[in-house]
């Protein structure tokens, strides 16, 4: 059972921006930092952002991180077909002494 | 270019064991911190364990769900981690990945496929 809560979808149009939140405790999100993935159909995880709100070379200034208490979100501007994916936050967790991803979020593009 | 790649996943018994192994290049794998992460069959992604490198004295950590089942393992002379997991359960059954940190996930794994069936 993942401790961090993600909503199960979100849809937009291709140029839209699209959010998606993630809800932790004081144990993970609090205390650590917050790193996002992208997960293509049928493919290994890519990291999208690292450090709260940092972006690996080669992945879009459209992708953008922010944390804020016990809670993260990841925003995705000017939507694209090839966005659509499912996107799992993930943190270290204290209490559990282990990293923890959220229940992710499949992102679908209308 | 960095690589990882998992080989040993099939299929075994319950109660039964399985090796996986992931074999790095690419980067100084003696250096980092390897990652076993797993993923059932439309699920989400569960991390299953750590080992951080030698001058972390390769301390390992792991989820509660595989906490005294799992080992991890690394021979940094063959830039190779491994995953030794025994008293597999059905619910065991994933897509095992290996992956590196420290500043996220950067790098993973094709993924091995582990069933647990009888």
């Known amino acids: 059972q993942s401790v961090l809560t993600q909503p199960p979808s979100a849809s937009g149009t291709p140029g839209q921006r699209v959010t998606i939140s993630c809800s932790g405790s004081?144990?993970?999100?609090?205390?650590?930092?917050v790193y996002w993935y992208q997960q293509l159909p049928g493919t290994a995880p890519k990291l999208l952002i690292y450090r709260n709100n940092q972006r690996p070379s080669g992945v879009p200034d459209r992708f953008s991180g922010s944390k804020s208490g016990t809670s993260a979100s990841l925003a995705i501007s000017g939507l694209r077909s090839e966005d659509e994916a499912d996107y799992y936050c993930a943190a270290w967790d204290d209490s559990l002494s282990g990293q923890v991803f959220g229940t992710g979020t499949k992102v679908t593009v209308l | 270019e960095v690589q990882l790649v998992e080989s040993g996943g099939g299929l075994v018994q319950p109660g039964g064991s399985l090796k996986l192994s992931c074999a790095a290049s690419g980067f100084t794998f003696s250096g980092s911190a390897m990652h076993w992460v797993r993923q059932a069959s439309g699920k989400g992604l569960e991390w299953v364990g750590r080992i951080r490198s030698k001058a972390n004295s390769y301390a390992t950590a792991y989820a509660a769900s595989v906490k005294g089942r799992f080992t991890i393992s690394r021979d940094d002379s063959k830039n190779t981690a491994y995953l030794q997991m025994n008293s597999l359960k059905t619910e065991d059954t994933a897509v095992y990945y290996c992956?590196?940190?420290?500043?996220?996930?950067?790098?993973w794994g094709q993924g091995t496929l582990v069933t647990v069936s009888s």
């Open positions: 992956t590196r940190s420290p500043l996220g996930f950067d790098y």
């Open positions: 004081s144990s993970n999100i609090g205390s650590n930092y």
